[in-house]
């Protein structure tokens, strides 16, 4: 017998959201369409529906984040979900206690999905495999883990090109800066070569690229001119120092001189190019001010889409 992706049920249906990548292309194109469905929602032209009522989310955030906490929290109350947000520097983990302890007498309060962030890579698929094990109704999202994955994060970035370029297939994508620490990088490679884009650059200095890109299907480029010609979609990463050991730049202002954009440099993209970020930006590090502000810039866009498409994971979730 094939072995079933550890996401899926037996019917093929959404049970966790832990990663990108092994997700087929008409799943990840029902999440974004189920997400178009509820953009209103998330824009408070209809403040909440009922498909989460009755349902407990815990958001368990190992690291600190302000963005997709709250759009995590924000989604979950407009589907009528109750929500915990759990204090992690004051649970029991900080006293000494294990995580899947915690999962455990959180489980026991009658959780049903599980929204977690965690340093370490792989945390999200412990979690998911253990309540499989011990419950088996009980969801877990990844909302990034170490450098691995960070999937609502490549699915929004992908409603997002689809939203203002309308089609993959004729797309050229460049994702430049500090892929080396990228969860957000990974996520959104897999999402966009399993949507058909056919070609992605990654763009950034030799310390901060990792290797086996090509293997991935990703044209590598260390000269940011060259990689940005003709380009249809720019994604600019934050710098990872938190993640980063030893001397990888010589300085801020010399990686905003060479890999930082510019208007000057987004001259280089086609006209109708568009600029995301991840965020938080580090403005006159990976990005200008006159850009992220400018009229090609859709960062703000992708949080809004960011709420539509939390949503839609959760709302899959709860039906599985």
Known sequence: MPTRHPQLNAHGELKHLLTIEGLSRDLIHHILDTAAGFLGVSDREVKKVPLLRGVSVFNLFFENSTRTRTTFEIAAKRLSADVVNLNINTSSTAKGESLLDTIDNLVAMHADMFVVRHAQSGAPFLIAEHVDRTRG??????????????????????????????????????????????????????????????????????????????????????????????????????????????????????????????????????????????????????????????????????????IAVRMAVMSLLAKS
């Open 137 to 306: 109704n009980v969801h877990v999202i990844n909302a990034g883990d170490g450098r691995h994955a960070h999937p609502t994060q490549g699915l929004l970035d992908v409603y997002t090109i689809r939203h203002f370029k309308k089609d993959f297939t004729s797309l050229r994508v460049a994702i430049v800066g500090d892929v080396l620490h990228s969860r957000v990088a990974r996520s959104d490679i897999h999402a966009l070569t399993t949507l058909g884009v056919p070609e992605v650059r990654v763009i950034g200095p030799r310390t901060l690229i990792p290797g086996g890109l090509e293997q991935m299907g990703v044209h590598v480029f260390h000269d940011m001119r060259e990689g940005l010609r003709g380009v249809d979609v720019i994604i600019m990463l934050r710098l990872q120092s938190e993640r980063m050991r030893g001397a990888l730049l010589p300085s801020a202002q010399e990686y905003f001189k060479h890999y930082g954009l510019t208007e000057e440099k987004l001259a280089l993209a086609n006209p109708d190019c568009i600029v995301m970020h991840p965020g938080p930006m580090n403005r006159g590090v990976e990005i200008d001010s006159a850009v992220a502000d400018g009229p090609q810039a859709v960062i703000l866009d992708q949080v809004t889409f960011g």
